[in-house]
């Protein structure tokens, strides 16, 4: 299957344009949309893939959240547990009336099974056992370029767009003891164990720890978000001390694994 870049992007804005791009939901999820299969076609190349792959990848970015813009429709939210599974959902409108919205993006059927895994799998805790190597490589390279965008939306969208509280929640609040466990295990955390505003921050931040590609923490660095989100104001002393001990300790992590660390970011401790 050749992927022709110029009829995807325009199909994605045909497709976007239906919904209400004044609501900042829709808006948002289009600018990440765009930046994730950049960032995908970015690790794919420096993961040494073929030009084929490559292009599957950026493919993979632009369909990944196709699901989010009926989500925010139907239910006024993208927080999956608050409604559904948007890559479920995703999958299920690129499978209906025989593939019809699949087939604007990919005429030709040839990486259907790659591009309904990868985009089915995208926003798991893990992805599931038995995949095939290209499916898997393709799958983990669009997840460490959706978690590294998600830093940036972190830092450059309003607390109350991406999450069901206000900035003046998250800056009084507290920290759940397990998530600062989490951090420190370098372990992701599961939605089920953040219950705090706070926790969904670190739980963010964490999303490094799962990267799967060199490439893609080299540009989760490079962007400078991820230090931008562990520097965040928070009144709470408890919670403002948590922070900073869990910023040294991912600026000295990154520094051991030959990372380019500002030098600011080593001299916390």
């Known amino acids: 299957m050749e992927v022709d870049r110029k009829r995807v992007l325009r199909e994605f804005r045909g497709y976007v344009g239906a919904y209400d ?16 299969a950049r960032l995908a076609e970015d690790i794919a ?31 006024g939210t993208f927080r999956d547990a608050d409604s559904v599974s948007h890559a479920a959902l995703g ?20 990486d259907d099974d790659v591009i309904l895994e990868a985009v089915g799998n995208h926003s798991s805790y893990e992805l599931p056992e038995g995949l095939d190597d290209r499916t898997l490589a393709l799958s ?6 959706d978690k590294v965008d998600i830093l940036r939306v972190n830092c ?48 963010h931040v964490c999303l490094v720890w799962g990267l799967t590609r060199r490439r893609a923490t080299e540009l989760a660095v490079a962007q400078g978000y991820l230090f931008r989100m562990l520097g965040r104001r928070f009144d709470d002393p ?29 001299a916390l401790g």
Do not use: C
Not at 91 to 110: I, K, M
């Open 91 to 110: 999958v299920e409108l690129l499978l209906e009336n025989n593939r019809a919205l699949l087939r604007r993006f990919a005429p030709d059927d040839g």
């Open 21 to 36: 791009m004044r609501d900042p939901k829709i808006a948002l999820k289009a600018a990440h949309t765009v930046r994730v």
């Open 140 to 145: 983990q390279i669009l997840r460490d370029a």
């Open 238 to 266: 408890a919670t403002s001390a948590a922070m900073a001990r869990m910023r040294y300790h991912m600026a000295s992590w990154l520094a051991g694994e030959g990372l380019a660390v500002p030098q600011s970011e080593l």
């Open 156 to 203: 450059e969208t309003p607390v109350g767009d991406i999450y069901p509280f206000g900035e003046d929640a998250l800056v009084e609040s507290g920290m759940s003891p397990l998530v600062e466990t989490y951090f420190f295990a370098h372990r992701t955390i599961p939605t089920a164990a953040k219950s705090l505003p706070a926790d969904m921050i670190v739980g």
């Open 45 to 75: 190349r420096a993961d040494g893939l073929g030009d084929h792959d490559v292009d599957l990848a950026w493919l993979l970015g632009m369909l990944h959240d196709i699901g989010r813009f009926e989500q925010v429709r139907r239910f």
